[in-house]
């Protein structure tokens, strides 16, 4: 009995020594394996407005109702009783978006707002509609309210509106705070 | 009787030299050595940089955390790793510390990478950016990391392109833990 159990001692000791052995040696040849992943990150340009000319509706004789539109390419158009007169020349705004190549935005501009009287002669407080904005963008070649940077990461965007007065209307100067923001598509 | 045990010999030679001509049937199983494998890659997105910033993506790749930049489009994931090797085997895991690219006076410095492994059974972090982690009863694991994007120094331009290494050692031989 005493032998066999030695026997199986020996035996145990043996299996652990073959075990650890098997370990060890896997250890030791254990190379490093190393795999590779790309990293990527694609960072734009944020976009730039700035602002190059007012948006100008010109002086306008408004006796009897009426609107003028100014195009976002320059052309004006009046309707009813306006009249422009000479002198301050009316023209759409022009901003300068700066940006990354080649990528289109969104210009978000409200749909109305209302010009304030700020100078004149005296008369109570007033204000005209102004509204109907639309956007030109030059590098898109498209009026609407997307536009495109270059391949140099530039565009042109220009801004017309309609503004209208009512008959009345108390003589001065009238301006409008024009938010335009400009946003990636 | 020597030409009784030649033709004897000469029997028993025909019908093996048929079956070696035929596919082999049984092949013994090779030992299994550690493998890594890239399965997909650490992607940042596409994010609006006005200057210095950070993007975090979790190994997840879900919660990404931006410290002014704005997300744009496309959404970020976590590189996926497949590790293989034996049954129950240990492995420990490294990942770099810090990977710096330059592009002029903007640099980005990508850190703070973090693994977390699908089969989670003694999975634990054991060092700076060191894991261990077990492989399961099939010899197979796989690992999700994630990592830190920080832009100093402006933005850098045409972004950030970079290799993320991971290497694998075993600890043990598996099975016979």
Do not use: C
């Not at chain 1, 030695?6 to 394996?33: I, K, M, P």
């Amino acid at each position: 009995m005493r032998d066999h159990g030695f026997a199986r001692a020996a035996f145990a000791w043996s299996g652990a020594a073959l075990a650890a052995g098997l370990a060890g040696q896997a250890v030791a040849a254990g190379r490093r394996v190393t795999a590779i992943a790309s990293v990527r990150a694609e960072i734009v340009r944020p976009l730039q407005a700035i602002a190059l000319s007012p948006l100008s509706f010109g002086w306008v004789q408004a006796g009897l109702p009426g609107t003028v539109t100014v195009s976002p390419r320059g052309e004006v158009t009046l309707a009813g009783g306006a009249k422009l007169m000479k002198g301050d020349p009316a023209g759409p705004a022009q901003f300068q978006i700066r940006g990354e190549p080649g990528l289109f935005y969104r210009v978000n501009i409200p749909a109305s707002v209302q010009a304030v009287r700020r100078a004149g002669p005296p008369a109570g407080p007033a204000t005209l509609a102004a509204g109907d904005f639309r956007a030109w963008s030059q590098t898109a070649a498209a009026t609407g309210l997307v536009g495109r940077l270059d391949r140099l990461g530039a565009d042109t965007l220009t801004i017309g509106g309609t503004v209208h007065a009512p008959g009345g209307t108390p003589p001065g100067w009238y301006t409008i705070t024009l938010p335009v923001t400009v946003a990636y598509e | 009787m020597p030409g009784a045990v030649l033709l004897l010999v000469a029997a028993f030679a025909a019908p093996s030299a048929g079956l070696l001509s035929a596919p082999a049937p049984v092949r013994a199983p090779a030992e299994r050595q550690l493998q890594v494998e890239r399965l997909q890659s650490l992607s940042f997105g596409v994010f609006v940089a006005p200057g210095e910033g950070s993007v975090t993506v979790p190994p997840s790749g879900l919660d990404v955390a931006y410290e002014h930049v704005f997300p744009m489009r496309g959404s970020p994931s976590g590189a996926v790793f497949q590790i293989k090797g034996k049954p129950r085997q240990a492995v420990e895991v490294q990942l770099p510390g810090q990977i710096e690219t330059r592009s002029g006076a903007a640099h980005a410095v990508l850190h703070a990478f973090k693994a977390e492994a699908e089969y989670r059974t003694g999975f634990e972090a054991v060092g700076p950016n060191a894991y261990r982690v077990e492989l399961d009863a099939s010899g197979r694991n796989l690992l999700h990391v994630g990592g830190r994007l920080d832009l100093r120094g402006g933005t850098p331009q045409s972004g950030v392109n970079a290799d993320l290494w991971l290497s694998a050692r075993a600890l043990d031989d598996g099975a016979a833990r």
